[in-house]
């Protein structure tokens, strides 16, 4: 379970907005989306924190170890990270980020797949005004996208 | 030395928004307050969706409660994936290249991009530019179609024809399934027709790497120097994109920039003009100091001046005197390596009367006196007043056309086209036409077939001369037919068969 993580480039490119975590497959083509969890989930796997180290800095009145492993699985398998030998980061520089999340929410991988519709969107008008673009408004009916 | 007035390069949006650039934050601020009091976000145009992520820094950096990032929010997640899914199509393209051996070099936004990876994220990309050499274009766009990339208008085979030695500077390739277009270029700059310029680009090029894959991309001074170049002040879009590539790199590179460099290159095509008034919309409007030098060496004189004047009326505006102007200035400055010299005085004189058959006569025989390449082998040469060859043939641009027949046909006496005449709204054309032996007209709108007689000119080694008088050449977006802004008169396809006078 020591396992370290790096991201998968260059065919996977990650960005923070506001929070939030884009990462997109260069070669597929599909978005990813995550937030609060499994965003920072994300960035400690990709600073170089073992898996190990990341789920013993869980809270401690939490049992969501096992949907950060399949968290971490789906991320490995949909291209956006991959093993490396290189050593882990110390634990010590973990804990914090997770202790001010607050309620812990299990971490999701919301992909969008229908690139070529959701760009066909107006990002300032067609989208929902507390999200932004990829989310449509509410009552919309989605394009291709969901939860993995 | 005359200067030219700056502050007219920009309307009042455009100067705001370039503003918004700005490093000084206080000043940023107060331009894009003064922008959003006169606009709205629902109507902004083009130009700031394309810097809106910057925008939306600004906001929240100096009003963090301002309404307008609410509908903001999502725009830099959307530029950056619009960026990155066009950079997928572009590396694919790389790729496909580089099976072949042949490595483009990235032009425009591309190469910005991968000087400055940060700049995904907050510049809107248009579609990917690369530049091939010339005598790699063939080979190239046969690797990029086993690769699956399609090209819309024209065909492959286009790129073995005439396509490369005419006015077209390059050509969309897409991709199905895939977001966005490359622009697959055979010279850097549209306007510009110099072999020696695109050996240059390639020899000074740097390398950079876009998401793993090494690329290759103008020196800084090169990239400055095609943003100037290609900067056509009647279109508000592209000025304003120039305008904001160049901001950028000189924020960035301005100390190391070899502005020696940069003046010689901008002195040997004589767009000082151009320079003068772009870096000066810069230093002004996006609040960057330049060094004295960037500006001191410029030699702005009245002709440059005039060129400049008259780049600002969009082409299809544009009067017969004007666009001889611009000829006269591009032959001076040996921007094209065109087989046939620019009119003479006379020539631009006599051709702003109305033609009498006379007229039409002696304009053939001064026309015949500028061709300095002579058809060859070639079939049919479209030496002036001609649009970008397309698969089944050509497009007049203008009221005045000239068309050189290769020796073969002039030895049959004759020569013949199916044409067709631009003629929306049952718009009938005139066309007069020229060939040495007099002068024939023609009046249709569709289809039909012209016959034409022509003569041999010995004393310049061969080759027949038609040229062609379209009173009625018109543009489609004048006549709200489309946004094309070309002079429409007569589409001439591939030449028939050819026959004798006496078959």
């Known amino acids: ?148 | 030395m005359n200067k030219i007035s700056t502050g007219e390069l920009l309307d009042r949006t455009g100067s705001l928004l370039l503003g918004s650039l700005s490093s000084d934050r206080r000043f940023a601020m107060s331009a894009f307050s003064d922008w959003r009091s006169t606009e709205t976000l629902d109507a902004s145009d083009s130009r700031a969706r394309r810097i809106m992520p910057v925008l939306a820094d600004l906001l929240r950096s100096q009003a963090p409660d301002h309404p307008d990032l609410v509908l903001m929010r999502g725009v830099s997640r959307f530029v950056w994936t619009t960026n990155l899914l066009k950079f997928r199509l572009l590396l694919q393209a790389i790729r496909a290249l580089e099976s072949e051996s042949i490595r483009p070099l990235l032009l425009k936004g591309a190469a910005l991009y991968a000087r400055f990876p940060g700049l995904e994220r907050k510049r809107a990309s248009g579609d990917c530019d690369i530049l091939l050499k010339p005598s790699d274009v063939v080979r190239g766009g046969a690797a990029l179609r086993r690769a699956g990339f399609d090209m819309s208008g024209h065909s492959w085979d286009d790129l073995a024809g005439p396509l490369i030695a005419s006015y077209t500077a390059g050509l969309p390739i897409k991709m199905a399934d895939r977001i966005g277009e490359v622009d697959l270029h055979w010279r850097p700059l549209w306007n510009i027709d110099d072999p020696a310029l695109t050996e240059l680009f390639f020899r000074q090029a740097e390398q950079k790497t876009l998401h793993g894959q090494a690329v290759l991309v103008p020196c800084r001074e090169h990239h400055l120097f095609s943003s100037i170049a290609r900067c056509e002040p009647w279109n508000a879009n592209e000025l304003f994109t120039r305008l904001t590539e160049g901001a950028e790199l000189l924020r960035e590179e301005t100390a190391s920039i070899d502005w020696d460099d940069v003046h010689r290159l901008i002195k040997r095509y004589g767009v000082d003009a151009a320079a003068e008034a772009y870096l000066k919309t810069i230093a002004d409007h996006a609040g960057l100091k330049l060094p004295s030098a960037a500006l001191s060496g410029l030699q702005v004189s009245k002709s440059y001046q005039s060129e400049w004047r008259i780049r600002r009326t969009p082409p299809d505006r544009r009067t017969a005197w004007q666009c001889w102007r611009l000829t006269v200035m591009d032959a001076r400055f040996r921007r094209t390596m065109r087989p046939i010299s620019p009119p003479g005085l006379l020539e631009a004189s006599l051709r702003r009367a109305m033609p009498s058959p006379l007229v039409l006569q002696l304009l053939w025989q001064l026309a015949r006196r500028r061709v300095i390449l002579t058809a060859g082998d070639d079939t049919l040469r479209f030496l002036e007043g001609f649009s970008s060859p397309e698969t089944d043939g050509v497009w007049t641009d203008g009221y005045w056309a000239l068309l050189q027949v290769s020796e073969k046909r002039i030895e049959l006496g004759c020569v013949e086209f199916d044409c067709v005449a631009f003629s929306p709204n049952k718009r009938r054309q005139y066309v007069w036409y020229s060939g040495g032996q007099g002068v024939g007209w023609s009046r249709f709108s569709g289809p039909k077939r012209l016959t034409f007689r022509v003569r041999s000119l010995p004393e310049i080694g061969g080759g027949g001369l038609l040229l062609f008088w379209l009173p009625r050449a018109a543009s489609p977006k004048r006549l709200n037919v489309s946004a094309d802004e070309r002079q429409l008169a007569l589409f001439i396809r591939k030449e028939r068969n050819p026959k004798t006078l006496n078959a």
């Not at chain 1, 790096?6 to 995550?34: K, R, T, W």
Request: hydrophobic letters at 40%; proline letters at 5%; one cysteine or more.
């Open chain 1, 1 to 148: 379970m020591n396992l370290v993580f790096e991201l998968a480039s260059p065919q996977c490119s990650a960005e923070e907005f506001d929070g939030e975590i884009v990462a997109i497959n260069l070669d597929s083509g599909i978005y990813y989306s995550m937030k609060g969890m499994a965003s920072l989930i994300w960035t400690a796997l990709c600073d170089g924190h073992a898996v190990e180290n990341i789920l013993s800095a869980l809270p401690s009145d939490t049992d969501i170890r096992q949907d950060v492993l399949s968290y971490i699985q789906e991320l490995e398998r949909n291209g956006l990270i991959r093993q490396t030998a290189a050593g882990a980061l110390p634990k010590a520089e973990l804990s914090s980020g997770f202790a001010a999340l607050g309620p812990v929410d299990r971490p999701t991988l919301e992909s969008f797949g229908d690139m070529q519709s959701l760009l066909l969107l107006d990002p300032v008008h067609e989208v929902d005004e507390g999200i932004g673009w990829p989310n449509l408004p509410e009552g919309c009916v989605g394009l291709d996208s969901g939860g993995i």
